[in-house]
């Protein structure tokens, strides 16, 4: 599928999980993807190598998103990746992934963990997203990754729910602002996923994984293929009249 040559996307947290499997997508559909990490060094290599490897074109940007200036370092390594791979400047799908999280209650979580997870998941994309707006060609596609803990109550994950509640409001709220631009403003809000983030508690152990499937109306664990599938309809022109949305992407965990 070549539906989106020519385009231009950034993909936040693209080391791993969601974040991977969703630039694979993009690249495979033809666009020139950026490839975000934190720490990932090596495994952002992979991916931008199994990209190329595929035919695709695709490079590793690096921005430390707990860091006050996070955005401006990303902005920063996307100007300089963008001019030596090629492509025409300009953004048409920022897919905003990156996350940091610890399970703790109300109790348990202490200021510097609250203080983290609000930097890397609510300010980081927003500031990405301010100052990418000059980037961002109309028409362009932006696309936040919540979490279903919006809708269901985790009290081990309290600051992490908080973080995800703020991502659907300005989803909404910036769908308003930027629609007179033609750029559409959506998110995707995964269940349980098998991912390196769970591998610890989840892979491996039979018991975990057939009480996650249960949690399902469809009654298995979701893969990270799952959501980006979903990121990658909202991203093309087939989704150009929804904005402004949160879809589920949880397999209908606890209906």
């Not at 200036?69 to 996307?78: K, M, N, R, Y």
């Not at 980081?124 to 961002?136: E, K, S, V």
């Amino acid at each position: 599928m070549t539906e989106l040559t020519g385009k231009v996307a950034v993909v936040t947290g693209a080391s791993r999980g969601v974040g991977r499997a969703t630039a694979e997508r993009l690249a495979g559909r033809g666009a020139v993807v950026a490839v975000h990490y934190a720490s990932g060094e090596a495994a952002a290599a992979e991916v931008v190598g199994g990209i190329r490897a595929a035919g695709g074109t695709a490079f590793a940007v690096r921005a430390d998103f707990s860091a006050p200036d996070g955005a401006e370092q990303l902005w920063a390594a996307f100007d300089e990746g963008i001019r030596d791979s090629g492509a025409e400047s300009g953004v048409d799908i920022l897919v905003n992934n990156a996350a940091w999280s610890v399970r703790a209650t109300l109790a348990e979580t202490k200021p510097e963990d609250y203080e983290r997870m609000f930097a890397v998941n609510v300010r980081a994309p927003f500031f990405l997203i301010q100052q990418g707006l000059g980037r961002l060609r109309d028409g362009a596609r932006v696309i936040n990754v919540s979490s279903a803990v919006t809708r269901m109550a985790f009290p081990e994950v309290a600051a992490y729910s908080l973080t995800k509640g703020a991502m659907d409001t300005l989803t909404l709220t910036l769908a308003k602002e930027l629609g007179e631009r033609g750029i559409t403003v959506n998110a995707v809000s995964p269940g349980t996923l098998d991912t390196d983030v769970n591998a610890s508690w989840l892979r491996g152990n039979p018991e975990a994984a057939q009480y996650v499937a249960q949690q399902s109306a469809l009654g298995r664990v979701g893969q990270p293929e799952d959501v980006a599938d979903v990121v990658a309809f909202l991203a093309s022109q087939q989704a150009r009249w929804i904005t402004g949305q949160v879809i589920d992407v949880s397999g209908g965990a606890r209906l």
